[in-house]
């Protein structure tokens, strides 16, 4: 059994509050998993500075300065979690045999890592870290995170339940996904479509240690709309289902019109009328933001844009120290 070199990816943003703290417990992680030989000494904790506001960026300058472990990136200006985390994979990819990505405010148990790492000595390429209870959340959280699953499932998205961004991915895996080359990010549905063996390990998840979510409802849904029009042409369709519905009935209404004209009495039918524009001015408005939201999205791919733009580093992950 060949022992892999692990880099552990963290996005961060603004986060002065938490990163002391964790930044230890993850430093304790690595060199416990290294001294059990379960990793190699020359594994890394990679944190994306995701360009934070506070002073995220001196913190993580100052751990590294201080311990070898530890590794640095800063984005030029904040570019989204998804994008951050795209960021440090990238980076990663051809240092290391395996990385393992988690948020950095202690949320998500760093226990689990010695399972997942065992899952791929078994021959897993993608290892999802999965919460097995949602306990910690608030119940508004909980059931917006919930219902957000089943909705994408439901859209046709395949995304595996209850996992967020906590997921081991092999160097083979990284090298296939780096041919992805689309700029609207929603990973843990895009990583299932690379394929490869994959297995879950299961955790509990705490709460926050310091600071705040950055992931209040206005984000969430926009991950939630990012995540199905980027992945699913579904709605379309949808769109197409209530079209041919609409017609259907519009249909009728003029069989039935020209029925009333000829055999009954022709009253001035105002109400009728307004309920009918208003429905079809509805539907048609509701149709038209959705194919909208997908020309968004093609108009966004075909700029071919950098996805994250890397403007400062830590020595050790200077571009030529690689390896
Ligand atoms: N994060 C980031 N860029 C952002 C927002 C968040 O890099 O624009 C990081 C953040 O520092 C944290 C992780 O993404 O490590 C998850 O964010 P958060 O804990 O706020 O979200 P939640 O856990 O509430 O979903
Ligand atoms: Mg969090």
Redesign the pocket.
Known sequence: MRVPNLYII??????HEVLPITSKQFLDKLKQLIQADKILENSRILL?D?GSRDNTWEIICELAARDEHFAGIRQSR????QN??LAGLMEAKDRCDITISI???G?DDINAMDHMIELYQKGNEVVYGVRDNRDSDTFF?RFTAENFYKMMKWMGVESVFNH??YRLLSSKVLQSFSEFQEVNLFLRGMIPLVGYPSAAAYYARRE?IA?????PLR?MLALAIDGITSLSVKPIRLITGVGIFAAIIGFLGILWSIFNVVFAQTVAGWASMTCMICFMGGVQLLSLGIIGEYIGKIYMETKHRPRYIISERTENMDVNAGG
């Open positions: 963290i996005p961060c943003y603004n986060e994306v995701d904040n570019y989204g979690h951050a985390v948020d950095c405010d949320q959280k967020a961004d926050r600071g705040e979510s950055h992931y984000k």
